[in-house]
């Protein structure tokens, strides 16, 4: 019965979104444009854009792509032009906890770049923003032999995805774009994001190259401003999620240099419940085949009325379902938090 109403609540809550969010971007590529999905959200984007391309008759072209803000936030360490992002959210902490949560290094990386005296120092970002850059900035010669091996690794891994070879679609739930726009100052090149939400819609010039944003469901819209898809987006990233934790990592293989070993972080709950998670999304991917072949669209004011009640009212979702709506928050250095207690929707 559990598993039955899983499915079942992918069917109804999930792929309703799906539906809006593969129709309209297959209506704004252009023949020949390749997609990549991003980050943990990706990995279940991509399986539904297939699906969806299945069932129209239609070839997927298409690369599901690992990475992560905090991976990004760490290989552009060695670029001083990327700081503004990685230190532009907030945190409150010592720069030895900035280190480990936002920029996944490891202790003995940390020790070996940074005095006991710094690492105890006190921040606040992204007010003391000018004085960790400076700190960051002059460790350069420290850093650069450290990252750079996973620097070097990660190009190598996008040229195996054929990242470099035309122009870059990248696609993710939302928001701001952040890991778009550190993918373009780290790559140096142009790139067209397709989310569900774009906070910041249009094209923005990003170290000389142009980076253009794109929301199906909603744009213009930020965090905190009442839009309640956003607000509570934690839902669906819960759910979207990948099997393995954040992506922290990647060396070139002892092996053989012609491929790689990855490496990720801690798990939440519904990644050890993955099996759980499937179920979820696989009725949510089997409801949107069947909308897909029987040419039943969605309304972006249905989306929106669907969203909002499941978000907005306790008693929606399944109790055995809740420990799913768990997501990492590292950034931020808040640790795990979970949806349906965060949004006060436990009964």
């Not at 991976?71 to 670029?79: A, N, P, V």
């Not at 001083?80 to 907030?90: E, I």
């Not at 003391?128 to 091996?149: A, F, G, H, R």
Request: charged share 20%.
């Amino acid at each position: 019965m559990t598993m039955v109403s899983l499915k079942h609540l992918g069917a109804v809550f999930l792929s309703p979104v799906l539906t809006l969010f593969n129709q309209q971007m297959e209506k704004n590529l252009v023949q020949g444009d390749r997609l990549f999905f991003l980050a943990r959200e990706g990995y279940w984007l991509e399986k539904s854009y297939h699906a969806y391309m299945n069932a129209q008759g239609q070839v997927a072209d298409s690369r599901y792509m690992l990475v992560s803000r905090g991976f990004l936030f760490k290989i552009g360490l060695l670029k001083p032009s990327s700081y503004p992002y990685s230190l532009g959210f907030n945190f409150t902490g010592t720069i030895y906890q900035l280190l480990r949560t936002r920029f996944i290094l490891s202790d003995v990386s940390i020790n070996q770049i940074f005095t006991a005296k710094e690492q105890k120092q006190n921040v606040c970002l992204p007010d003391d923003m000018v004085t960790v850059s400076q700190l960051l900035e002059s460790k350069l010669d420290k850093l650069t032999p450290i990252i750079s091996q996973s620097a070097d690794a990660y190009r190598s891994y996008l040229e195996s995805l054929g990242y470099f070879e035309s122009s870059v679609n990248v696609v993710d739930v939302g928001y701001s774009g952040s890991i778009q726009k550190l993918l373009t100052i780290l790559f140096g090149k142009s790139t067209k994001g397709h989310y569900l939400i774009a906070s910041k819609p249009g094209e923005t010039a990003v170290a000389g190259n142009t980076v253009s944003m794109h929301g199906y469901l909603k744009e213009g819209v930020k965090l905190e401003e009442g839009y309640l898809p956003l607000d509570r987006s934690m839902f669906l990233e819960s759910l979207l999620t990948a099997p393995q934790g954040q992506f922290q990592d990647i060396r070139y293989s002892a092996l053989n240099n012609h491929t790689f070993d990855f490496y990720f972080g801690r798990k939440v709950a519904s990644q050890h419940n993955f099996h759980m998670l499937e179920q979820i999304c696989n009725g949510a991917l089997e409801q949107m085949t069947e909308y897909s072949k029987k040419g039943i669209e969605f309304t972006v004011e249905e989306v929106e009325s669907i969203l909002q009640a499941y978000v907005g009212k306790k008693g929606m979702f399944p109790r055995h379902a809740w420990p799913l709506f768990s997501i990492d928050d590292d950034i931020s250095n808040t640790g795990t938090v979970n949806a349906i207690e965060f949004f006060g929707l436990s009964l």
